[in-house]
């Protein structure tokens, strides 16, 4: 989590850069990258992580001369990650009803290696079974460390939306964990 000091400096960098100062704007993807990638990954977006981090910063090196330093500057970037990944879900969601449409076929495929994966579940399988709102707010809270306060700014919701999608998703992952093999379904069994 950065300090209130290291926000001011990233603050300064973005209005550096929006005055021309390409090094400025380095900073800042050197400080960042890593982190947002972090985000995404953990979101849910694997195969797309690295192009997605790179739409976040074009849109934060678009919006460098408007952007005001109201909140702290990891807020601020994970905003417009966040939209940035939301985008990313629409454009994804579109893609596969035309998939779908196209192929019902595929559909009863996917069915049968859900069951299989559902077997050998981790922890990247846990997020990927949360809504993106959820999985949002657990990837922001718990991995990207950012306060309650910090990660509502960054989802457009109250802070108690937040702590209670955080709950649910918690809730939801602790029962996936503490269900017998058995209970299950696998539709090899």
């Given at each position: 989590?950065?300090?209130?000091?290291?926000?001011?400096?990233?603050?300064?960098?973005?209005?550096?850069?929006?005055?021309?100062?390409?090094?400025?704007?380095?900073?800042?993807?050197?400080?960042?990258?890593?982190?947002?990638?972090?985000?995404?990954?953990?979101s849910g977006a694997k195969d797309h992580a690295e192009d997605?981090?790179?739409?976040?910063?074009?849109?934060?090196?678009?919006?460098?001369?408007?952007?005001?330093?109201?909140?702290?500057?990891?807020?601020?970037?994970?905003?417009?990650?966040?939209?940035?990944?939301?985008?990313?879900?629409?454009?994804?969601?579109?893609?596969?009803?035309?998939?779908?449409?196209?192929?019902?076929?595929?559909?009863?495929?996917?069915?049968?290696?859900?069951?299989?994966?559902?077997?050998?579940?981790?922890?990247?399988?846990?997020?990927?079974?949360?809504?993106?709102?959820?999985?949002?707010?657990?990837?922001?809270?718990?991995?990207?460390?950012?306060?309650?306060?910090?990660?509502?700014?960054?989802?457009?919701?109250?802070?108690?939306?937040?702590?209670?999608?955080?709950?649910?998703?918690?809730?939801?992952?602790?029962?996936?964990?503490?269900?017998?093999?058995?209970d299950r379904h696998d539709p090899e069994a």
């Open positions: 989590m950065s300090t209130d000091e290291e926000s001011a400096q990233e603050w300064q960098w973005l209005a550096a850069a929006a005055r021309g100062e390409d090094h400025s704007f380095r900073m800042l993807v050197e400080r960042y990258q890593r982190r947002l990638l972090n985000f995404f990954l953990r997605l981090v790179q739409e976040t910063f074009i849109r934060i090196y678009r919006h460098r001369a408007r952007a005001r330093p109201t909140a702290r500057f990891t807020t601020y970037a994970h905003t417009l990650a966040y939209h940035v990944f939301l985008d990313h879900v629409r454009r994804q969601t579109r893609r596969l009803h035309l998939l779908k449409r196209a192929a019902p076929e595929m559909e009863q495929t996917d069915h049968a290696s859900a069951g299989r994966a559902s077997a050998r579940m981790d922890a990247e399988r846990l997020l990927a079974s949360l809504t993106p709102e959820m999985r949002s707010a657990v990837v922001l809270i718990i991995y990207q460390g950012l306060s309650y306060d910090e990660a509502a700014t960054a989802l457009g919701v109250p802070a108690g939306t937040v702590k209670s999608r955080v709950f649910n998703a918690l809730q939801r992952m602790r029962a996936m964990l503490e269900e017998p093999q058995g």
